[in-house]
């Protein structure tokens, strides 16, 4: 029994050993060796948002490699000597410096990682935030504003406060608070409105990181309103064609000297909206009347490019109608979708080619279009009536050939 029991407990010990090995062996082992964290753990007196994946503590550089200090000795005198470096906690405005002695060293950094960039402090005090902070302001973001001292990851990482799904959170700590923000003559709405749009929308519910976050449109570091000229080239490097026609319409020299942002003026830029073929029409929704009236080229240009688009639309709804017609008979339906999808291409096409304004540009494209919804129609038609060809034709050769029997068997009696 005895011995029983002597057994139980060394396999106990042994299952403790391991698990306790395995553990130390997750751990970073800057836990064992960093007197820093060693005794900054010890009194509980690590930063609040201390995280274990913080990127700098991965590549071994724990807190002296900031704070500065000696991190081989358990003596807190000597560890924190301002003798051995020991440089302690920065205010905002020492920050950028702070991080900038290794991230603004080619040296430092290229012991890291070969291309890493190491403009980010220069490019931060050309923006707005870089700029007042200079001047002693103590509220804009610096540094660990954005990335925070003790949890910093690569953007990649989900969890980085610079990760693309998690930048409108990290600008709007500030800047939807009306409170903070009461001293600047700036709104507070920017998140509130970027969340409700195509933008937003995209990138906060469906996870679409193709979608801008506040720092595509503004920069990571330079964050200032995009300049005049500069607005339309941000919206371009998505919306490419939108901007190379717009660029080639008559109406961009006349924007220019009226001093209006392109794609501003009638998409807006936080609150972009779903656009419509309403838009360019001179109805209610028209973004065209504000400035063109009756008379004018560009109020006929806006009624000729609604009609064609409208006209096509049309063609194109009925097209879709009958292929589900098709599809509900369960006929083949491969020429019809393959026209169609064909016809879809043409109407994004279309659409854009709104942008040259120019109503003989969008007609041919339109018609163009249009052609191949109604290729679809007569598709589909044909199909339909093979359908009733076949199963009337079945009716009918059976009705015939049952008169052929039964005439056959009278005939075949009388014989008889
Ligand atoms: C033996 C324990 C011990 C060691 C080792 C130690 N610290 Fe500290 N640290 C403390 C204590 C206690 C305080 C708070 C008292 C103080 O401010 O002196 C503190 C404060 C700090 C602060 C805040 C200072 C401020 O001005 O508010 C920083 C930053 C810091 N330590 C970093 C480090 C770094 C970096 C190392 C390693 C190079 C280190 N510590 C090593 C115990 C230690
Ligand atoms: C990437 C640079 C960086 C590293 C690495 C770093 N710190 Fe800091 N730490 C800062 C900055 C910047 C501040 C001041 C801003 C703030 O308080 O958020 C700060 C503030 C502090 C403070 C005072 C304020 C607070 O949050 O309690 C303490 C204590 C501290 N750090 C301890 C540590 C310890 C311990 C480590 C190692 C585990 C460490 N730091 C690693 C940059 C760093
Ligand atoms: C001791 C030098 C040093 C200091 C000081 C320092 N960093 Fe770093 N930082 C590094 C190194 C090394 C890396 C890792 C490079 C890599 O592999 O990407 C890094 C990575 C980063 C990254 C992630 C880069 C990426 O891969 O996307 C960010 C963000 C960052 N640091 C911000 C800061 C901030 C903010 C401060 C100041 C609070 C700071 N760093 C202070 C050395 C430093
Ligand atoms: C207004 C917010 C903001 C401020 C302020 C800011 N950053 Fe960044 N930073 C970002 C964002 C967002 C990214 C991520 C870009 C991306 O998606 O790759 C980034 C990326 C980085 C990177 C990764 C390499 C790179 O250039 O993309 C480093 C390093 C970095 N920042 C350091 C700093 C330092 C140092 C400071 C202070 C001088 C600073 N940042 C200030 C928002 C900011
Ligand atoms: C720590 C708070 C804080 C954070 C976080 C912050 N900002 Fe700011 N930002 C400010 C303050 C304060 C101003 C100065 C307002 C002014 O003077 O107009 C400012 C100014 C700006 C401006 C210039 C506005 C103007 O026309 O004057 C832009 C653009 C901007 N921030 C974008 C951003 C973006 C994008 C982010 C996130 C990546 C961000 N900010 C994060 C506080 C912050
Ligand atoms: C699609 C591009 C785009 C996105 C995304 C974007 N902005 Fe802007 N933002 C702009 C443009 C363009 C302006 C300049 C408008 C002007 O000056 O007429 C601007 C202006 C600003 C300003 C100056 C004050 C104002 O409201 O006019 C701030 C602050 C700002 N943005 C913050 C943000 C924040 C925070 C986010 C994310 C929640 C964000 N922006 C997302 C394009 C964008
Ligand atoms: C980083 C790339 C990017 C930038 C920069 C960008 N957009 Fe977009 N935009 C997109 C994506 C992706 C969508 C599609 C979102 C969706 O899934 O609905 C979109 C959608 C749109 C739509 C709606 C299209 C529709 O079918 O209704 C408009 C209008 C628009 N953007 C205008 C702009 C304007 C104006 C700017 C500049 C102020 C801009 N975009 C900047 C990527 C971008
Ligand atoms: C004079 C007004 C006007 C200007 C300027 C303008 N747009 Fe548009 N945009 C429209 C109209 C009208 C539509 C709707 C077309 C439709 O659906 O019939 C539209 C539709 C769009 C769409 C959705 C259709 C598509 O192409 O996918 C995007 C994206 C878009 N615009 C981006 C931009 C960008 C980027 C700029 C700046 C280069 C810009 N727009 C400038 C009026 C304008
Ligand atoms: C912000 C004001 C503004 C808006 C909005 C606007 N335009 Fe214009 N447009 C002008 C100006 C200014 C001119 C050049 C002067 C002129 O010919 O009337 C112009 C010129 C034109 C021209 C060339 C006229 C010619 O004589 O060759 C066409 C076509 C045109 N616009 C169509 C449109 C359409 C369609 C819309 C709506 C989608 C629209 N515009 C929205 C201001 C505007």
Redesign the pocket.
Known sequence: MKSFLIIIWIIAAMLMLISTRSAAQDKNPVFETDD??IC?IQIE??????HQN?I??QEG???A???GGDPSTDDPELAMDRERGFVG??SRQE?PE??GKCHSSIEVMRKFRPRIATDQVEQYFTSIHGQKLKQGDKKVAEC?ACHT??S?MSANDGRASTHPLNVPGTCKTCHSDPEYMKEYDIPTDQFENFTVSVHGTALLDNKDTGSPACNDCHGNHGATPPGLESVSHICGTCHANNLNYFSSSPMEKAFREMEIHACEQCHGYHEVIPTSDEMISVGEKSVCTTCHSEGDVGYTAAVEIHKDLTDFVQKYNEAEKKLQEIKKKGMDDVDILFALQEANQTLIHTRTLVHTFDPLQVEEKAEEGKEKAIEAINLARQEIEDFYIRRYGFGFATIFITIFVVALYFKVRSLD
């Open positions: 820093c964290i900054h007196m690590m930063p609040a948002d201390f913080d700098h503590l550089l724990s807190c490699g900031c704070h906690v920065p920050t702070f991080c660990v001292a003790h910093i």
